[in-house]
């Protein structure tokens, strides 16, 4: 699905969905739990993820954007490499974005959700490749389809047919995301082919104009961390795997 909009919530019901979006919020879930962050919760709007960091009180940071910026009285903004260790372990990280954390809301009725970026790309997909059916949801931009989003989703596609070695059912949409991915990834020369795709989508350029253009490099760094991220959806907290 290009975009959360294009599924409906009881689609996903008894399935397992991957939630992408990739520039900038799960790539930055990942770091943070990579970083030692014990939980990430994640929350629609900015006045609940404070009220839910004032019950928790120590031990707790807030962290996410609104406009890609980061908010009013938050610790943390949406950058990956904010999340260190030092910083983050040990913490649950009450998060909240503007399109990433409703494309994860999209998939409530889902059996499992995974989180997925270009920084644990081969983990998501061999967690992936025992499920018969899959949903892929891209977060995209405020309505938009992007670039970014559908690399990634392409990139998931294209493993996940050589990890099974089997001929699988897609739809058009993935069809579409998994060759924007191969001529992505065959087009492009030099040292960062990822990164100058990414530089080049609508989400890689919203942080080149905010001044944020190294989040886009580390986005870009595959198979950082063999990680995967899951979301349980009955205590609506994101873990490691
Ligand atoms: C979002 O959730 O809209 C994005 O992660 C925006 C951003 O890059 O900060």
Not at 116 to 133: H, I, K, T, W, Y
Request: glycine share 10%.
């Amino acid at each position: 699905h290009l975009l959360p909009d294009l599924v409906e919530p009881p689609q996903l019901a008894g399935k397992t969905a991957v939630v992408i979006d990739v520039l900038r919020a799960t790539t930055t879930v990942v770091h943070a739990l990579a970083n030692g962050a014990r939980e990430v919760l994640p929350f629609l709007n900015v006045d609940d993820a404070r009220a839910k960091a004032k019950l928790i009180g120590a031990g707790v940071l807030l962290g996410g954007e609104r406009g890609g910026l980061r908010i009013e009285g938050f610790q943390l903004g949406n950058s990956p490499a904010e999340y260190s260790e030092q910083v983050v372990g040990g913490k649950t990280v009450i998060f909240t974005t503007t399109n990433g954390t409703r494309a994860m809301q999209r998939c409530k009725l889902a059996k499992r959700v995974l989180l997925a970026s270009f920084v644990n790309l081969s983990a998501v997909c061999r967690e992936l490749a025992d499920e018969s059916e899959i949903d892929i949801v891209c977060a995209g931009t405020d309505g938009h389809v992007t670039r970014e989003d559908t690399l990634l989703a392409g990139a998931i596609v294209d493993d996940l047919s050589r990890l099974t070695g089997l001929e699988f059912k897609t739809n058009d949409q993935a069809d579409i995301a998994a060759d924007a991915w191969r001529s992505a990834v065959g087009d492009l020369t030099g040292t960062s082919p990822l990164g100058q795709a990414l530089r080049a989508s609508r989400g890689g350029r919203n942080l080149i104009d905010i001044g944020h253009e190294n989040d886009i490099d580390l986005a870009a760094q595959i198979d950082q961390f063999d990680l995967v991220a899951e979301l349980d959806l009955t205590s609506w907290r994101i873990t490691a795997k």
